[in-house]
């Protein structure tokens, strides 16, 4: 039988690992599955994102993008939406390659995207 991948972990950057756990934590409902001052893992449901530093990002914004695939995109977006977090420039919409989107920026600049198909095709 050939090998099969299944699953992905993004490790992204993070001025202070506590810090942003913390928001991912009260954010976005995410547990925190494991800090200490370099190295840290939230997790929600199928899904982890590990956090890596001080990473010396700038104090501007980290430039690392991910994408989290999700049912229900709708309530998802509501509740980014009442806490303040959807990024400017990406509200939730339908894009032409069959998904729709949104996306938040973390506290480092992080741009996490969560995505639903339109089901089409």
């Known amino acids: 039988m ?6 992905t972990v993004p490790i ?4 202070d690992v506590a810090t942003s756990a913390a928001f991912y934590r009260d954010m976005l409902q995410f547990a925190v599955k494991h800090i200490e001052d370099e190295y840290g893992i939230v997790e929600r449901d199928d ?3 590990h956090f890596w530093g001080p990473s010396g990002i ?10 989290i695939e999700v049912t229900e995109i709708e ?3 509501a ?3 009442e806490r ?3 990024h400017p420039n990406a509200p939730l919409r339908e ?3 069959g998904l729709r989107e949104f996306a938040i920026g973390d506290l480092d600049g992080n741009l996490v995207t969560f995505f639903e198909s339109l089901g089409r095709g």
Do not use: F, H, K
């Open 2 to 7: 050939p090998c099969r991948l299944t699953a």
């Open 47 to 49: 899904i982890q994102i």
């Open 58 to 67: 700038a104090p501007t914004a980290s430039n690392t993008m991910i994408r």
């Open 12 to 15: 992204i950057p993070a001025r």
């Open 95 to 97: 894009q032409p390659w």
């Open 84 to 86: 303040g977090i959807v």
């Open 75 to 77: 309530t998802l977006y």
């Open 79 to 81: 509740e980014c939406a």
